[in-house]
């Protein structure tokens, strides 16, 4: 009675654990995730857009985010005109006004189709390109967690809550979880084959 009880306690967090969280695909599949945070990404470029050239609307409206929601003091719009909200230009990978200067969204968008891409085509195709490997999907995946970890930490620094943001950052890092867990996983069996 009491041997078995020992055997089966198990520590209230265990260090598996804590990375599987993020890594279970039950709740969510990685192509849903990718479907979501494309959608946001899509309408954070529809909404700077709209900000951008609202003094040209024809009709005169004003336009209102969906995402800027006074009553929690949520302004997704003030956030996505930041300089921040086009990183390449922002850290002086390309110049202010360059063809690649490109809001954060299309960033996003193009790391959710590589995510969405990769979850039907595996993460090891016949007859393809290395791109979908795992440490190459790990490396994409922390280059788009560095991302949301910077832009999180500037959102907190100015005191802004952008609800769109805080759902792609949300999705990033259960992908990047995902990524690592996957590496882990790989590795194992690695190790394991040996």
Known sequence: GRQQQRQNHRPLIEPDRIISMGASPTLFSNAVLAIIGFILSAYSIHVE???DHKDESPDGEQFQALCDIEAIGASCSAVFSLPEGRMLSFF???PEGHALDIPNGY???LFYSYMFIRFFVGKNPRGTSILFAT???LLISSLAIASSVFLARK???IRELCVVCVSTHIINTTLWLRSIREGLDGSQKTVKAQ
């Open 135 to 137: 440490s190459i999907n």
């Open 155 to 157: 959102l907190y620094i």
């Open 49 to 51: 857009h709209q900000v």
């Open 92 to 94: 002086g990978l390309v």
């Open 107 to 109: 960033l996003g968008m």
